[in-house]
C-alpha cells in the first residue's frame, strides 16, 4: 500500500474532463509538505506535470490544473485528448519515513 | 541539451550486484541532487535513493544497507551500486534529477531494466 491514496483508474471520452484524487495524512500532505504530480506515457520516462501543488512546467498545457488542501490533493485535466491516457502519480515528502513518496498512481484512459 | 542517460541494467542472479549509472549533460550533478527511482513490473514508482550537492545520502527502507549511491563530479555521473540483489528488486531503474523548485524531480533518465532471477 502506497502512502499517497490514489483511485487505480479513471477514464473519460475525448472533450471531457476527470479529476484525480490524492489523499495523504499528517505525516505528509497534511503535514503541509507540497505535492507534485507526474504523468507517465507508455513507453516514455516519467514527466513532471504539476510541481509545489498547483504550478505547471514551462510546456504543460493549461488544461492541466491541481490544487491542494489539507491532506488532499487533486489533479484536473479538461479537454481530454488521446495522447492524455497513460499513468498520472502524485508525490510528496513524509516525515515519519523521512523519504519522498509516491501515490501508487492512476491510470487514465480516454475511451 | 540538458538529460540524463542512465545505464548498467541487466539479468543477474538473486545475492548478485550490480552497479547502474547516471550520465548528465547540460548541468552539473553535484549542483542539485539527485537521486534513483524504480518501478517494478505492474506496481508505481517507488524513490530508492538521493545523494544531495552537500555529499549526504539517503535510502528508502527497502534498499538500506544494500545499495549506495555515489557521484563522480569529474565524470558528472551519479551511480547506484546495488548488492545482496532479491526478485523483489527486479524493476526499470530511472534516474531523476532534484527539481529547483523543492521536493520533486524535474528531469528523468529513460531507464535501465535490473531483473534479478535464478
Known amino acids: 500500500q502506497s502512502v499517497l491514496t490514489q483511485p487505480p483508474s479513471v477514464s473519460g471520452a475525448p472533450g471531457q474532463s476527470v479529476t484525480l484524487s490524492c489523499t495523504g495524512s499528517?505525516?505528509?500532505?497534511?503535514?503541509?509538505?507540497?505535492v507534485h504530480w507526474y504523468q507517465h506515457l507508455p513507453g516514455t520516462p516519467p514527466k513532471l506535470l504539476i510541481y509545489l501543488n498547483n504550478n505547471r512546467p514551462s510546456g504543460v498545457p493549461d488544461r492541466f490544473s491541481a490544487s491542494k488542501s489539507g491532506a488532499s490533493a487533486s489533479l484536473a485535466i479538461t479537454g481530454l485528448q488521446p495522447e492524455d491516457e497513460g499513468d498520472y502519480y502524485c508525490?510528496?515528502?513524509?516525515?515519519?519515513?523521512?523519504?519522498?513518496?509516491f501515490g501508487g498512481g492512476t491510470k487514465l484512459t480516454v475511451l | 541539451e540538458v538529460q540524463l542517460v542512465d545505464s548498467g541494467g541487466g539479468l543477474v542472479q538473486p545475492g548478485g550486484s550490480l552497479r547502474l549509472s547516471c550520465a548528465a549533460s547540460?548541468?552539473?550533478?553535484?549542483?542539485?541532487?539527485m537521486n534513483w527511482v524504480r518501478q517494478a513490473p505492474g506496481k508505481g514508482l517507488e524513490w530508492v535513493s538521493v545523494?544531495?550537492?552537500?555529499?549526504?545520502?539517503s535510502y528508502a527502507d527497502a534498499v538500506k544497507g544494500r545499495f549506495t549511491i555515489s557521484r563522480d563530479n569529474s565524470k558528472n555521473t551519479v551511480d547506484l551500486h546495488m548488492n545482496s540483489l532479491r526478485a523483489g528488486d527486479t524493476a526499470v531503474y530511472y534516474c531523476?534529477?532534484?527539481?529547483?523548485?523543492?521536493?520533486?524531480?524535474?528531469?528523468w533518465g529513460r531507464g535501465t531494466q535490473v531483473t534479478v532471477s535464478s
Open positions: 499528517s505525516s505528509n500532505l497534511g503535514a503541509g509538505f507540497d
Open positions: 508525490q510528496s515528502y513524509d516525515s515519519s519515513l523521512s523519504n519522498w513518496v
Open positions: 531523476a534529477r532534484g527539481g529547483t523548485h523543492g521536493g520533486n524531480f524535474d528531469l
Open positions: 547540460g548541468f552539473i550533478v553535484s549542483g542539485t541532487y
Open positions: 545523494m544531495y550537492s552537500a555529499g549526504t545520502t
